[in-house]
């Protein structure tokens, strides 16, 4: 993996200087890949200012990944367009977040699994006070969710259901007796995403990481409350039908975010974002 952006004197090294410092077992300007520790650096959450109280300063983070034609997904899932660098930042994203926000959707697409606790990250995370791993938070308005699945009978953290105060009474007693927690965030059916944010953040929660689907990512961005984007760019083509990053209805004024880090490996980009 190498930086592209922003330009160090190693991005800059004409490409004669880094031939010669390739690892002589490999080819002239191979990449090394990164550690966990380099990558967790490139993606820590921004400082929080001195004396903050949790909850007050919630940061919410996006990872997304799209083909060079904009499909965010192929036959319903993001794996096909991924790789194992992009699997690497997803897990490194998601062992820095106190929550990682996904829509209802996703968790059935995906076959989600609740976030397991990293050796590597174990340290970090309890001298930041965090749970061993992230708890995960499912937004859906129905919860037509299958309550039988390890998301809900077997996490490390207790999965949150982020709905509207007209759930189904019946659902949500059915999410509770599976164990997840159940957070009101709404005054009708669906789920207000400042509320779901400040929600979170009552309960500590305020490294924010959501992982889509392109349904809530659109929600979010609506709403105004996406702080970041990292977006991987595929380097595949992929035609048809599939959904873009964000769906939904088109904001008035398009939003506008500044590139704050450019990594490149094996043709896939991996950009990060931030709200200007």
């Known amino acids: ?61 996006a990872n997304m990944v799209s083909t060079l034609d904009g499909a965010a997904q192929h036959d319903g899932r993001s794996q096909p367009i991924s790789n194992a660098a992009d699997m690497r930042i997803f897990g490194t994203l998601r062992a820095l977040a106190d929550v990682v926000l996904v829509g209802a959707e996703t968790v059935r697409q995906e076959g989600y ?6 050796a590597e990250f174990a340290a970090s995370r309890a001298a930041a006070g965090q749970a061993p791993a992230p708890a995960v938070a499912v937004v859906s308005a129905g ?10 009978t077997a996490p490390l953290v207790p999965t949150l259901i982020l709905t509207g105060a007209a759930a189904p009474r019946d659902r949500i007693a059915a999410a509770e007796k599976a164990g997840a927690r159940v957070l009101i965030a709404g005054d009708g059916a669906g789920v207000e995403p400042a509320r779901a944010v400040r929600a979170l953040a009552e309960l500590g929660h305020t490294r924010l990481l959501t992982e889509g689907g392109p349904r809530l990512l659109g929600q979010l961005v609506a709403a105004g409350v996406l702080d970041e984007l990292c977006l991987t760019v595929s380097p595949m083509l992929t035609a048809g039908a599939a959904q873009r990053i964000a769906g939904g209805p088109s904001v008035a004024v398009p939003s506008r975010f500044a590139l704050v880090s450019l990594l490149e490996e094996d043709g896939f980009l991996f950009s990060r974002y931030q709200r200007v």
């Open 143 to 152: 919860l037509d969710l299958d309550f039988s699945l390890p998301l809900f």
């Open 1 to 61: 993996m190498r930086r592209l952006f922003p330009v160090t004197d190693e991005t800059a090294a004409p490409a004669s200087d880094q031939a010669r410092e390739a690892p002589a077992a490999g080819p002239a300007g191979a990449e090394r890949e990164w550690s966990l520790d380099e990558l967790a650096a490139a993606y820590a959450y921004p400082e929080r200012t001195p004396g903050a109280v949790a909850g007050d300063l919630p940061w919410l983070r």
């Open 113 to 118: 699994r609740p976030a397991r606790a990293r």
